[in-house]
């Protein structure tokens, strides 16, 4: 694979296309790579200690190496 953690990328692909953002995660053997801020979905968590509130999380999920390509 081409990417790995750590460099800038521009999203090719997809509702983010032309974003640039920096690689959080890569994962080689699957071909998918985590970057900043791009594919994020809302993920609901439950409370974690009585008398906390639940809250609505967003977080980066993997997206396809394909779709990316590094900035020089």
Same mark, same amino acid.
């Given at each position: 694979?081409?990417?790995?953690?750590?460099?800038?990328?521009?999203?090719?692909?997809?509702?983010?296309?032309?974003?640039?953002?920096? *690689?959080?995660? %890569?994962?080689?053997? !699957?071909?998918?790579?985590? *970057? !900043?801020?791009?594919?994020? *979905?809302?993920?609901?968590?439950?409370? $974690?200690?009585?008398?906390?509130?639940?809250?609505?999380? !967003? $977080?980066?999920?993997?997206?396809? %190496?394909?779709?990316? *390509? %590094? /900035? /020089?």
């Amino acid at each position: 694979m081409h990417i790995k953690k750590g460099d800038t990328v521009t999203i090719l692909t997809g509702d983010d296309k032309g974003k640039t953002g920096k *690689v959080l995660e %890569a994962f080689p053997k !699957e071909g998918k790579v985590v *970057v !900043e801020g791009i594919n994020t *979905v809302k993920r609901h968590q439950k409370p $974690r200690q009585e008398g906390q509130k639940g809250q609505v999380v !967003e $977080r980066p999920m993997p997206m396809d %190496a394909s779709n990316v *390509v %590094a /900035k /020089k």
